[in-house]
C-alpha cells in the first residue's frame, strides 16, 4: 500500500494550562507550571492530527521516539500551543519538527518520530500480551 503523504502537512492544538496538567499532578516536579508530560502529549497529538486525514481505512500511527527539550515555564492560566510539521518521509517512518509556544513565546521543541501501524493486527498483538 502507498502512505505517500502531503510533504509539510500541519496542525496545531492549544491547550490551557490548568492545575491538572502541572508538574504537581503529572508528578513531574514540584512547581505548579506546565508539565514537560503534558507538553509531550501536546506535541504528539499535533503531529497525529497533522496526518491524520491522510491515512487509508483501518490504519493509524503510533509514536515511536521524541527527543524534546523543555525550555521555558509555563504558569497556570497560559494557552500552550504545539504546532507539528511532517518533515520527513521514509516509507512508514514519518518525522515531524514541533514547536512549543505560550502566550509569552517559545516554550519547546521536538523532533518526534511515528510509524504507520494496520490498527486491527497492532491491537491483536498487543491483546495477545493478555494471554501469556
Do not use: C, W
Amino acid at each position: 500500500m502507498d502512505f505517500t503523504l502531503k510533504a509539510n502537512a500541519a496542525a496545531e492544538i492549544t491547550e490551557v494550562v490548568t492545575e491538572d496538567n502541572t508538574a504537581i499532578k503529572y508528578a513531574s516536579g514540584t512547581a505548579p507550571v506546565y508539565a514537560t508530560p503534558a507538553l509531550v502529549g501536546l506535541m504528539e497529538h499535533a503531529a497525529v492530527k497533522a496526518i491524520g486525514d491522510q491515512l487509508p481505512q483501518g490504519y493509524s500511527t503510533v509514536g515511536i521516539s521524541m527527543n524534546i527539550k523543555h525550555t521555558s515555564a509555563t504558569p497556570v492560566g497560559m494557552t500552550v500551543k504545539a504546532k507539528a510539521v511532517l518533515i520527513d518521509q521514509d516509507r512508514r517512518r514519518l518525522t515531524f519538527k514541533i514547536e512549543g509556544y505560550d502566550d509569552a513565546g517559545s516554550v519547546g521543541e521536538a523532533v518526534h518520530e511515528r510509524f504507520i501501524i494496520e490498527a486491527a493486527p497492532f491491537i491483536e498483538k498487543a491483546n495477545a500480551k493478555l494471554k501469556k
